[in-house]
């Protein structure tokens, strides 16, 4: 059965684990103010997430277990409603979560019979290589598609490819706003 080890006067958790005795007696021959204790979690209320938020305590109880003499170190749950800033704040930061996480996902891009995958970054610094191969004057520019195979790319087309992969990205944060 699961225990902790506890210090009575300060709440710290010394031990967590089984009970040390099977036969779920009193253990002899601890600090004064230290106790074992049974843990008892109830299962967590059902709540909305996006009105709610969920207070957890742990409290040493004087309840006794209901077949053995021990106490018990017992789990509250308090379910809290969120004001209207924190729902906001919320609501924010999941949208920026989702928006990261469709970022990193990356989007595709297609050109003739190949594919092109670009993260945020990815699109960035394509768009570098392809003003760079411009300074540099030249005509074309190489860049792996998703099969890991390099493409000769015209400049022209680049700029194309660039241009659609970062509209994709606004795309997502327009969609996600």
């Known amino acids: 059965m699961r225990a902790v080890k506890i210090r009575i006067s300060t709440g710290e958790i010394?031990?967590?684990?089984?009970y040390p005795r099977f036969d779920m007696g009193e253990i002899k021959g601890l600090e004064a103010d230290t106790k074992w204790l049974l843990e008892y979690v109830p299962k967590a209320?059902?709540?909305?997430p996006l009105?709610?938020?969920l207070e957890v305590t742990n409290k040493i109880t004087e309840t006794k277990h209901p077949d053995y003499p021990i106490d018990r170190y017992e789990r509250f749950y308090k379910k809290i409603p969120l004001t209207q800033e924190e729902i906001s704040l919320r609501s924010k930061q999941d949208k920026e979560s989702k928006i990261s996480m469709l970022e990193s996902e990356g989007i595709y891009v297609e050109y003739l019979e190949y594919t092109f995958h670009f993260s945020r970054e990815m699109a960035s610094q394509f768009l570098?290589?392809?003003?760079?191969?411009?300074?540099?004057q030249q005509p074309t520019m190489e860049w792996k598609n998703e099969e890991s195979i390099f493409v000769d790319i015209p400049l022209s087309d680049a700029y194309l490819i660039a241009a659609e992969a970062l509209t994709k990205f606004?795309?997502?944060?327009?969609?996600?706003q």
């Open 51 to 53: 009105t709610h938020r």
């Open 45 to 48: 209320p059902v709540y909305d």
């Open 14 to 18: 010394l031990k967590r684990g089984a």
């Open 128 to 136: 570098g290589v392809v003003q760079l191969s411009k300074e540099l």
């Open 170 to 176: 606004k795309q997502i944060h327009k969609d996600n």
